[in-house]
């Protein structure tokens, strides 16, 4: 079986605080998985170079971004273009419909973070088209702290008519593949297939707690704002800091020729 972990922000979000070779050497060398999608904030400036990398790491990159639609956060996969912020629902899953792509709604009735209500993903199923792009919902997502409201509103997600998926919402390097999707197979293509069937899993697993954010994600994001973020030489080397001068994108363009 396949282990995938569908929601990883890089320093590409705004709360992100690994560069995309440090994903990649930590979903590959410490988290046994075999799919990651990059799906940072109303952004897709690091997929090119995710996916360019993969093979070096030994792990498979769906492209994808998380929209801001203006009902909540949407994750989209399998797209090949960024989608605008700020559309309705409906609008943003049909321009992922236009990329072929498939969505998933990440984190639906989370407190503390723009989500998605279950009325409003009701209504979007409402149409018939809607259910072959909207394929899955996050049944565990381990970066949220606020999990105190997942007992009230797990019956109403639980019953929606999506597969379940697993995700870590990685803020922090260290939080890839804490929340896992299982799918048959082991390739990017498997794992879609089990998307549109239903056939996935979602093993247990443990959040973010409280302490863990203010000790560990809140020292980091304020190294990220000071432009120092966790980095990748190698896939040989360790993971270590490194300042990122100038434009984010050129900087990483560097670390990916000396990889290459």
Same mark, same amino acid.
């Given at each position: 079986?396949?282990?995938?972990?569908?929601?990883?922000?890089?320093?590409?979000?705004?709360?992100?605080?690994?560069?995309?070779?440090?994903?990649?050497?930590?979903?590959?060398?410490?988290?046994?998985?075999?799919?990651?999608?990059?799906?940072?904030?109303?952004?897709?400036?690091?997929?090119?170079?995710?996916?360019?990398?993969?093979?070096?790491?030994?792990?498979?990159?769906?492209?994808?971004?998380? @929209?801001?639609?203006? &009902?909540?956060?949407?994750?989209?996969?399998?797209?090949?273009?960024? @989608?605008?912020?700020?559309?309705?629902?409906?609008?943003? @899953? @049909?321009?992922?419909?236009?990329?072929?792509?498939?969505?998933?709604?990440?984190?639906?009735?989370?407190?503390?973070?723009?989500?998605?209500?279950?009325?409003?993903?009701?209504?979007?199923?409402?149409?018939?088209?809607?259910?072959?792009?909207?394929?899955?919902?996050?049944?565990?997502?381990?970066?949220?702290?606020?999990?105190?409201?997942?007992? *009230?509103?797990?019956?109403?997600?639980?019953?929606?008519?999506?597969?379940?998926?697993?995700?870590?919402?990685?803020?922090?390097?260290?939080?890839?593949?804490?929340?896992?999707?299982?799918?048959?197979?082991?390739?990017?293509?498997?794992?879609?297939?089990?998307?549109?069937?239903?056939?996935?899993?979602?093993?247990?697993?443990?959040?973010?707690?409280?302490?863990?954010?203010?000790?560990?994600?809140?020292? *980091?994001?304020?190294?990220?704002?000071?432009?120092?973020?966790?980095?990748?030489?190698?896939?040989?080397?360790?993971?270590?800091?490194?300042?990122?001068?100038?434009?984010?994108? &050129?900087?990483?363009?560097?670390?990916?020729?000396?990889?290459?």
């Amino acid at each position: 079986m396949g282990r995938a972990d569908l929601h990883i922000h890089s320093i590409y979000s705004h709360d992100g605080t690994s560069t995309v070779p440090a994903i990649l050497k930590q979903a590959s060398e410490k988290s046994n998985l075999d799919v990651i999608a990059i799906t940072d904030h109303d952004s897709m400036a690091g997929v090119a170079e995710a996916q360019a990398l993969a093979p070096v790491y030994g792990i498979e990159v769906i492209p994808g971004m998380e @929209i801001s639609t203006a &009902q909540g956060h949407l994750v989209a996969l399998f797209i090949q273009h960024p @989608i605008p912020a700020n559309l309705s629902l409906l609008q943003t @899953i @049909i321009r992922v419909r236009e990329q072929g792509g498939i969505c998933i709604a990440p984190h639906p009735e989370a407190r503390g973070t723009s989500s998605l209500k279950v009325e409003d993903i009701r209504w979007a199923l409402k149409q018939p088209w809607v259910a072959q792009i909207l394929l899955g919902v996050e049944i565990f997502n381990a970066g949220l702290v606020y999990t105190r409201n997942w007992q *009230r509103t797990a019956s109403k997600i639980l019953s929606l008519p999506l597969t379940h998926v697993g995700s870590s919402d990685a803020h922090l390097v260290s939080m890839i593949g804490k929340g896992v999707t299982i799918f048959s197979g082991k390739t990017t293509a498997d794992l879609r297939s089990a998307l549109m069937t239903r056939q996935t899993q979602v093993p247990e697993g443990k959040g973010l707690g409280g302490m863990h954010a203010l000790v560990s994600y809140v020292p *980091r994001y304020l190294l990220r704002k000071m432009g120092w973020a966790v980095w990748n030489e190698h896939p040989e080397k360790p993971l270590r800091f490194k300042r990122l001068s100038g434009n984010l994108k &050129q900087s990483e363009q560097i670390s990916s020729s000396a990889i290459l």
